[in-house]
């Protein structure tokens, strides 16, 4: 059993920064693609960042260029740096751990607020 919890989430101004992390319980990073995904109040969970199979990073159109998913292998943990936050990117953040043959964990989520 895999275990994910977010943290980092909070309040912020439009146009500031935080880091979110995702510490997994056992390591996992080498077999599982690890992504990032939202949910707004009243919208579907979307896509913010996730790692590819093979390599490299996928993000969302909305966040592209403002947020970067990084890995440190050493402390099982996943972090979104997020910069120039805009209000719409008010949500509550999940980590999703996956593999190939359909497994999958989510974390509890963590949530954001950008205030204008």
């Known amino acids: 059993q895999v275990q994910l919890v977010e943290s980092g989430g909070g309040l912020v101004q439009a146009g500031g920064s935080l880091t979110l992390s995702c510490a997994a319980s056992v390591s996992i990073f080498s077999t599982y693609g690890m992504g990032w995904y939202r949910q707004a109040p009243g919208k579907q969970r979307e896509l913010v960042a996730a790692?590819?199979?093979?390599?490299?990073?996928i993000y969302g159109d909305s966040v592209k260029g403002r947020f970067t998913l990084s890995i440190d292998n050493t402390k099982n943990t996943v972090y979104l740096q997020m910069n120039s936050l805009k209000p719409e990117d008010t949500g509550v953040y999940y980590c999703?751990?996956?593999?190939?043959?359909?497994?999958?964990?989510w974390g509890k989520g963590t949530s954001v607020t950008v205030s204008s």
């Open positions: 999703k751990a996956s593999r190939l043959g359909g497994m999958y964990y």
């Open positions: 790692t590819r199979t093979g390599g490299g990073t």
